[in-house]
């Protein structure tokens, strides 16, 4: 299977939804948590209320002096981007949310931490078990291993357990996995910035070489559990001082390995389409694959209120439904879409080592001085003739904004009925200030299948990069993966398949569900 005949059978359409369960199996709904039963534990501390960093600067890249790498810092690196941020209970059922969010909340990402020897942590292959906020020791490394740490610094690796997302999903939820893998990138790039870390995707390292690092081939460790499938391992780090992955491997397959995965649920529904993408799009192993150089960034317009990056990243919530009435300011609202601007100078775009391939397709409803509309925000200059020349003749194509944030205005009207439609008639996507679609330029997905994934990656980046400016705004977002495909294409008057919306996002003025009762993350735990 193509990355292009998957994405045309995962396509919502009005008349026809993508291939799902068409109801909900709740006997065998998947166990939020991975474990690894016999596996060494550490739990790690909570000491992220301790930190004083402010957003304002993370997000501008002024980053505190870097703390020291230990079993504290580490704590508070995963406390602020893959920990629970708060318990919600309705009715005697109790559910997590976590700093990072997910499709339908079921969190396929899971986290392993790479390191050699930390005051408080043995080195080694670490699973994050976020509901204990805990680390299990996988793989105890033969000796020589922290040699292959030229300079301080901690790997992290993420996977994906697609069939958390399948039991609700069905065939699509191979992209919600990489959104939220995406996301989780960036929650991961915000915490380490706030530790005074920069952090980087290292861009060329196999698939293969990724699960044998993680001990994701390990057959008898899963034996009936649901397998990990291997993301991306993010460095966090002096950039260009990351260590030999290779090398890390080699060590890692003559070490001890430790726990064994449980098992999810009861019974699976098979998702053929899902098994096949996944094995069409693992990287394989390339000679050379050249990060793009990095762009200058522009300095952000500052941020008028001050809050904690510590309290922000982890009050970052999804709203389930707007208002239809505030405003946001213009100010706001360009300082927003600012933030989404790739760039080296600022988190978490700086941890994204290829050029920008996603562009911003907005509806404006509720933005003071704007008239509402179609609105672009072009992230990378170079797509600007062939977007052009792909879309309706008639757009405007008017440059609106600051000088130097690429925002054009296409069409000047209501199109609140229209974003509606095409985000599977959410209203969220009409009530909000305003919402989007990330076009993405899949041209190249067929030749290089490994890049299906980065494009949905790059967007979960944005989103996440969405969700915190909107907090840090006053207003809330949510992440929106479902929409009609196609009926956003052809609004745009994007006739053939190159340039695809692959994630919807929303921003408004929140309205919470008073129904709900919020209880603390770790309460019965002391820091
Ligand atoms: C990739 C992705 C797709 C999502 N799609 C939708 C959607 O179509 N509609 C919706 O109401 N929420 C959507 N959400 C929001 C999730 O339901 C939300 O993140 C999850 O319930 C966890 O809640 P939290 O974000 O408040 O932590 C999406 C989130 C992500 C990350």
């Given at each position: 299977m193509t990355p292009t005949d998957y994405h045309a059978l995962s396509k919502h359409r009005p008349d026809r939804y993508a291939p799902g369960p068409g109801g909900l199996d709740?006997?065998?709904?998947?166990?939020?948590?991975?474990?690894?039963?016999?596996?060494?534990?550490?739990?790690?501390?909570?000491?992220?209320?301790?930190?004083?960093?402010?957003?304002?600067?993370?997000r501008a890249g002024r980053l505190p002096p870097a703390a020291p790498f230990d079993v504290a810092t580490v704590g508070t690196l995963f406390e602020l981007s893959l920990a629970l941020s708060a318990w919600k209970e309705y009715r005697g059922t109790r559910w997590a949310l976590r700093c990072n969010p997910s499709s339908g909340n079921l969190h396929p990402t899971e986290g392993y931490l790479v390191t050699r020897e930390l005051p408080g942590l043995a080195s080694g292959v670490w699973h994050y078990v976020s509901r204990d906020h805990a680390l299990e020791q996988r793989c105890a490394p033969s000796s020589g291993w922290d040699d292959a740490f030229a300079a301080p610094g901690l790997l992290i690796g993420l996977t994906s357990i697609a069939w958390r997302e399948a039991w609700k999903?069905?065939?699509?939820?191979?992209?919600?996995?990489?959104?939220?893998?995406?996301?989780?990138?960036?929650?991961?790039?915000?915490?380490?910035?706030?530790?005074?870390?920069?952090?980087?995707?290292?861009?060329?390292?196999?698939?293969?070489?990724?699960?044998?690092?993680?001990?994701?081939?390990?057959?008898?460790?899963?034996?009936?559990?649901?397998?990990?499938?291997?993301?991306?391992?993010?460095?966090?780090?002096?950039?260009?001082?990351?260590?030999?992955v290779g090398a890390l491997a080699e060590h890692a397959r003559t070490g001890r390995w430790q726990g064994s995965a449980n098992r999810l649920s009861r019974e699976h529904v098979d998702w053929p389409a899902i098994a096949e993408i996944e094995r069409a799009t693992r990287r394989p192993p390339l000679d050379v694959d050249a990060p793009d150089a990095p762009r200058p960034s522009r300095v952000l317009a500052g941020l008028p209120n001050d809050v904690a990056a510590a309290t922000l990243f982890r009050q970052r919530r999804s709203a389930v439904d707007f208002d239809g009435r505030t405003t946001l300011g213009q100010d706001a609202f360009f300082r927003i879409l600012e933030a989404t601007l790739p760039g080296a100078g600022r988190p978490p775009v700086w941890s994204w080592p290829y050029r920008a391939r996603v562009h911003l397709v907005l509806f404006v409803h509720r933005v003071d001085g704007l008239s509402s509309g179609l609105y672009v925000l072009l992230r990378e200059s170079?797509?600007?003739?062939?977007?052009?020349?792909?879309?309706?003749?008639?757009?405007?194509?008017?440059?609106?904004?600051?000088?130097?944030?690429?925002?054009?205005?296409?069409?000047?009207?209501?199109?609140?009925g229209v974003a509606q439609l095409v985000s599977c008639h959410q209203a969220i996507a009409a009530e909000s200030c305003f919402s989007l679609g990330m076009l993405a330029d899949l041209s190249a997905i067929d030749a290089a299948p490994w890049t299906y994934r980065e494009r949905y990656w790059e967007c979960g980046i944005v989103g996440q990069t969405l969700y915190l400016e909107a907090e840090a705004a006053g207003v809330r977002g949510t992440g929106i993966g479902c929409f009609f495909d196609d009926e956003v294409h052809e609004l745009l008057g994007l006739a053939r398949s190159r340039w695809q919306?692959?994630?919807?996002?929303?921003?408004?003025?929140?309205?919470?569900?008073?129904?709900?009762?919020?209880?603390?993350?770790?309460?019965?735990?002391?820091?």
């Open positions: 709740w006997a065998n709904q998947p166990d939020p948590f991975r474990t690894f039963a016999g596996a060494p534990r550490v739990v790690l501390p909570l000491n992220a209320d301790a930190l004083e960093t402010r957003f304002a600067d993370v999903y069905g065939a699509r939820a191979f992209r919600y996995c990489q959104h939220d893998c995406g996301h989780a990138i960036a929650a991961i790039s915000y915490a380490a910035a706030a530790l005074g870390w920069r952090s980087a995707v290292l861009s060329g390292v196999d698939s293969a070489r990724i699960a044998s690092l993680l001990g994701l081939d390990r057959e008898a460790d899963f034996a009936d559990a649901e397998r990990c499938e291997p993301e991306v391992l993010v460095w966090i780090g002096e950039p260009d001082a990351a260590p030999d170079a797509d600007h003739t062939a977007l052009v020349r792909a879309t309706r003749l008639e757009w405007q194509w008017s440059k609106v904004g600051p000088s130097g944030l690429p925002l054009y205005r296409l069409m000047a009207a209501d199109t609140r919306s692959l994630y919807h996002f929303t921003v408004g003025g929140a309205v919470d569900d008073a129904r709900l009762t919020t209880l603390p993350a770790y309460g019965n735990r002391n820091p």
